[in-house]
């Protein structure tokens, strides 16, 4: 009884062992068919932006094809005013958001101010309109204001479309701040610029970084305010991917490769971001 | 150096609730060390909190060297706290820690750091540690940091809220020690909040006991233990608590356990006087000594908790079959399911009203 006993404690019986096994064999293969699903529509762009035009748009799709850089060649010709439009109006909003955000998050989170729910709810109610419905009066509004066609128009439209998430996210970053700390703060005597900058911002720059990201991509990949309120001096990445398409003949592969590099800083920002990225999105899950 | 009073003191949370602090006097003397002790919902946090500044008082009002500090900012009361959790900030080293209310002050560099140095050497703290994160450091260490941050402001008063709690039981034997030594050092005045009375009792110069946010005694540990002015006081001092247990009264004593225990002519007058029928007899488990069945008092032993030097004996009582604890020598206590009887000296047994809780005769 004892002698059989002992092998049943340290080795799984087969059929158990067959299941547990079976059961990560399984997850793993969901979760890579999942990540090969995602992937595929992403890496099929990248390597049409290598093909030749003649090649990009055969059926069936062919997979041998001689590699030409021609396309990429065309996209960077072409592309300087608006690579910069699109630099100056993300980096320029996101600045906006983190400098405006940071203390009306602060007014919401560690020192409440009277009706602190109300104003939470009208941020975020900004975004329950749709875009579509606030365009009109919006052109007017830019068309009076001489800033149709400007950067700046892009900075502050930017700024006031990712504020509302931004205020939310830091918000939710300060509340994971000891209580005890902003008192030892009051105790040793710092005013409340002193508790923000030396105390408070230390611990929540990893959820800063992860909130200015999140506004980089949303200003970067912006196309229906570009496309409606600008035309030339201020046109953005986005836009020139439309412009790709021309009205005749073949564009798969030139779209490719314009897609290709608009996608490049976003990926290579976050790349950087990573760490932070992954201690900001999990914050307040681990103490 | 300063004296701190409470005169007062109210503090009320939710308006239908009862007060958190309710009209709290008390007077701490310069350089003295006074301890508040009681279960959690006393209000001994929000009484420190109050005199820290970091919760506002509904009346009454709190001084600190005979200067009235009711509302003033806590930045400007010179004090320094030490919180349960040491509240430390994380992104700054332990230097920087030390050293941020001396820069909040714009204390020169060279000053700051002549007195951290100064203040990690009276608490034994390795320089190597200050330029370390408060991350790197074990628990006894992040301790003596917060400790350290208080130090070197040189406040008049300091303030610790339950500092040890987060410390394992040695470490918090051997912390306990230090803290008074260095109190008695400094000669700083220090308000110290705790729910541990073996550490209430032995850091005080003095010991306020709270319950239910009022002062219910506030004295010497020595005559808290020997002269407690209620029921609540003669429970929470001293550890195992005081057998406190219910008695009807006779002629010349009280009756308990199968046998009239006698009590002095003052309790008795006070109990008459006051009409009582019944009193509420506290003995002390010390008090109760073995009497190799000659005593008065009997009961059965049911567990034994042997301490080393002594024994821990629960005993149900005869008659009302409750439970009581004495403290025997270690050698040979008698055994599980032993008769035993015990006697009392009447002086050393207390008496309190049923009703109120109040010491009668005393």
Redesign the interface.
């Known amino acids: 009884m004892s002698a059989s006993a002992v092998p049943a404690r340290t080795r799984m019986p087969g059929p158990q062992r067959f299941r547990e096994m079976s059961n990560t064999v399984g997850w793993g293969v969901v979760a890579w068919v999942l990540g090969i699903a995602f992937f595929l529509p992403v890496l099929w762009m990248v390597i049409t932006a290598f093909k030749p035009e003649s090649a990009a748009e055969t059926w069936p799709p062919r997979f041998t094809f001689s590699p030409t850089l021609a396309e990429f060649r065309l996209v960077f010709s072409g592309w300087g005013p608006y690579v910069t439009h699109s630099a100056i109006a993300t980096i320029g909003s996101t600045i906006l958001v983190l400098l405006l955000g940071v203390p009306a998050a602060y007014a919401l989170a560690v020192h409440p101010v009277k009706r602190w729910r109300d104003g939470l709810f009208f941020f975020i109610s900004t975004k329950m309109l749709p875009i579509v419905a606030a365009i009109g009066p919006l052109y007017v509004i830019a068309l009076k204001a001489h800033l149709l066609d400007s950067i700046w128009l892009l900075i502050i439209l930017y700024t006031a479309m990712n504020l509302p998430l931004a205020i939310w996210m830091i918000r939710s970053f300060m509340l994971e701040v ?1 209580g ?2 902003l ?8 005013g409340r610029f ?1 508790e923000i900058t ?2 408070i911002m ?2 929540v720059s990893p959820g800063l970084v992860s909130t200015a990201l999140i506004c980089v991509i949303f200003a970067w990949n912006e196309l229906f305010l570009a496309l409606n309120l600008t035309v030339t001096n201020a046109a953005t990445m986005p836009m020139y991917l439309i412009s790709s398409v021309p009205q005749e003949g073949l564009y798969i592969a030139h779209l490719s490769a314009a897609a290709t590099v608009a996608s490049v800083p976003v990926i290579i920002v976050g790349w950087i971001a990573q760490r932070s990225l992954v201690r900001g999105l999990s914050m307040g899950a681990i103490k | 150096m300063a004296e701190v009073r409470y005169v007062q003191a109210t503090r009320v949370y939710a308006k239908d609730a009862p007060p958190a602090v309710d009209a709290l006097d008390l007077d701490i003397k310069d350089g003295e060390f006074m301890v508040l002790v009681g279960p959690s919902g006393s209000g001994k946090t929000t009484a420190l909190r109050m005199l ?3 919760e506002p008082l509904d009346g009454g009002r709190i001084e600190i060297g005979e200067k009235d500090v009711t509302w003033v900012q ?2 400007d009361r010179d ?3 030490v ?10 080293t332990v230097a920087e820690n030390m050293g ?2 001396l820069k ?2 714009h204390v020169p560099k060279d000053e700051r750091t002549r007195r951290v140095l100064q203040a990690a050497k009276l608490l034994d703290l390795d320089e190597k540690l200050l330029d370390r994160k408060p991350k790197a450091l074990s628990g006894g260490q992040r301790q003596r940091v917060a400790m350290g ?1 208080a130090i070197v402001r040189e406040p008049r008063v300091f303030l610790m809220d339950e500092p040890l709690s987060n410390l394992d039981a040695k470490l918090r034997v051997q912390t306990r020690s230090q803290i008074a030594e260095l109190q008695r050092r400094l000669g700083i005045t220090t308000v110290y909040v705790t729910h541990d009375q073996v550490e209430a009792m032995t850091m005080g110069h003095r010991v306020a006991v709270l319950s239910g946010g009022k002062l219910q005694q506030c004295d010497t540990p020595r005559q808290l233990y020997d002269n407690p002015v209620n029921q609540f006081v003669a429970g929470f001092i001293g550890s195992p608590a005081m057998n406190l247990q219910t008695a009807p009264l006779t002629d010349g004593g009280a009756r308990l356990a199968g046998t009239v225990i006698p009590l002095p002519t003052a309790v008795r007058t006070a109990a008459s006087q006051a009409g009582l029928r019944e009193l509420v007899i506290g003995i002390r488990p010390e008090h109760l000594h073995l009497a190799d069945g000659t005593g008065e008092i009997k009961g059965e032993v049911m567990l034994v908790e042997e301490l080393g030097a002594d024994a821990l004996l629960h005993v149900r009582l005869a008659e009302s079959g409750n439970q009581v604890v004495a403290r025997t020598e270690g050698r040979k206590p008698p055994a599980p399911g032993q008769d035993v009887t015990f006697r009392v000296q009447p002086d050393d047994i207390f008496a309190f009203d049923p009703a109120t809780g109040a010491r009668i005769g005393s």
């Open positions: 000891p005890e700390m008192e030892a703060a009051r105790l040793d005597g710092a002193r030396e105390v230390p611990v | 820290a500044g970091l806590p930045k004090i320094a706290m919180f349960q959790n040491y509240a430390l900030y994380p992104s700054k941020f209310a909040m002050q941050r």
